[in-house]
């Protein structure tokens, strides 16, 4: 249940806005919902009355999270994840705004559908909900969606999910109509074809398995592409949603080096594990794009810690025990991972592979910047989503404690160290471990 919105002090915190390059230890106001100072100093003395002060001390508070990439069931697929349980599960992450896919039952490829997500995550999310619509039709990648009326109707950006556009004419089209409209083009950079029957990365585990591999070139190759249409669309933008190997990272870098609006996510699975984690068969950590070799995951995190890969998402892909308990050559791919992002994350940060500012940015900053979306940053006037972090207390991840439908979570029976402990939007507490 949400809290009641009384004026809050966080006192003696350290405080990351990314946003600002700020890391400093200092005090933070909150009050009617926004953000009034974020600074060295405030103290006790002068605000608002009845305010509620709470001591921080040992404590990060940051900009709640962004998540650019998370299913959600509704409509057509509730049981495997509502608004109200992905909105439960995202508040006890660190996630005060979910951004969630097109690929439901209805397709989100017409402004009513739109419409419909924004109404019933209004009426049952406690987090922020904001919807991509589908790139094509009924995601078969032939006949663009209208892409301008979406955009007024609440899309944030565009994608056909995790299916890729393999008729290159529709996306340079897609990629030239989405300019005049400023929308952002997210796309699943994926070749079908060379992927074929394939579950897990190519190479000699797989081998060693007896699993059908998928070479990292079926990423690179349609990222290649998709770059290179970038450029005939003459100032198109342009997402590549899940970036997994260091070959992609190459063709990148090449794009942002020659000027392009090109950005990039890595979810969190493919920064944190590999593919000798899938170990005896755990379908578990069965993923689309499949988890890659040790080389690509170092290359990944250092490729945030540079900027070059500009978001880190959970690409939260709830999956029915049904689908998941099979051989690992039937199972479906997909994890989930609203409620343990950023946990996930402070491994890279526990083990001086990244700064924590740098993924923060990652997961809050910088996707907010790219959809044109609020949050992100704690600067005074902003919208207060903000979270409480607790960096250094150690926990279990149990799936029969996570707060969304499905339990298919890779990091079942993980230890982790640091968690979210509050989470608060538009200044409301809407998740708290007390």
């Given amino acids: 249940?949400?809290?009641?919105?009384?004026?809050?002090l966080f006192a003696n915190a350290r405080i990351i806005d990314p946003s600002r390059d700020i890391d400093i230890v200092?005090?933070?106001l909150i009050a009617d919902?926004?953000?009034?100072?974020?600074?060295?100093?405030?103290?006790?003395a002068g605000v608002p009355e009845g305010t509620d002060v709470v001591d921080c001390r040992n404590k990060v508070i940051a900009p709640g999270l962004v998540d650019m990439r998370a299913f959600i069931g509704e409509p057509g697929a509730a049981s495997r994840e509502s608004f109200a349980s992905g909105s439960q599960a995202a508040a006890a992450g660190g996630v005060t705004t979910i951004v969630c896919q097109p690929d439901t039952s209805p397709v989100i490829d017409d402004p009513a559908t739109v419409d419909y997500v924004l109404r019933r995550a209004r009426d049952t999310a406690i987090v922020h909900v904001h919807p991509m619509?589908?790139?094509?039709?009924?995601?078969?990648g032939k006949e663009m969606t209208e892409i301008g009326l979406l955009k007024a109707a609440g899309a944030v950006a565009f994608t056909d999910g995790d299916k890729s556009i393999t008729n290159a004419q529709v996306m340079r089209r897609t990629l030239t109509y989405a300019r005049d409209f400023d929308a952002?083009?997210?796309?699943?950079?994926e070749d079908p074809n060379l992927n074929g029957d394939g579950v897990m990365n190519e190479g000699e585990f797989a081998a060693r398995l007896g699993l059908l591999g998928i070479p990292t070139a079926a990423e690179t190759i349609m990222l290649e592409r998709d770059v290179r249409l970038v450029d005939l669309s003459a100032g198109g933008r342009y997402h590549a949603a899940s970036v997994t190997c260091a070959p992609s990272l190459d063709v990148l870098r090449r794009a942002k080096d020659a000027g392009l609006n090109v950005s990039a996510s890595a979810s969190i699975n493919h920064l944190t594990l590999n593919e000798n984690d899938i170990g005896p068969y755990r379908t578990f950590l069965k993923m689309s794009p499949p988890l890659r070799h040790e080389r690509d995951r170092t290359a990944l995190v250092q490729a945030v810690a540079k900027g070059l890969i500009d978001v880190i998402m959970s690409d939260h892909n709830p999956q029915d025990v049904e689908t998941k308990r099979l051989p690992f050559a039937e199972a479906a791919a997909g994890a989930i991972g609203l409620e343990t992002m950023l946990t996930a994350?402070?491994?890279?940060?526990?083990?001086?592979?990244?700064?924590?500012?740098?993924?923060?940015?990652?997961?809050?900053?910088?996707?907010?910047?790219?959809l044109g979306l609020p949050g992100g940053t704690l600067r005074p006037g902003a919208p207060a989503d903000v979270i409480v972090i607790d960096m250094d207390v150690p926990w279990i991840v149990?799936?029969?404690?996570?707060?969304?439908?499905?339990?298919n979570t890779p990091f079942d029976e993980a230890r982790m160290t640091g968690r979210v402990v509050r989470t608060i939007v538009a200044g409301r507490t809407v998740y708290e471990i007390v």
Avoid: Y
């Fill in 398 to 407: 149990d799936p029969d404690e996570l707060k969304s439908k499905c339990g």
């Fill in 26 to 28: 200092g005090d933070l």
């Fill in 133 to 140: 619509a589908a790139i094509t039709k009924g995601l078969k």
């Fill in 345 to 370: 994350g402070l491994r890279l940060v526990h083990s001086n592979e990244i700064e924590l500012i740098t993924l923060l940015r990652a997961m809050s900053t910088r996707p907010a910047e790219l």
């Fill in 1 to 8: 249940m949400l809290s009641d919105r009384r004026p809050i």
């Fill in 33 to 44: 919902g926004v953000i009034r100072e974020a600074k060295k100093g405030i103290g006790a």
């Fill in 184 to 189: 952002l083009i997210v796309h699943q950079t």
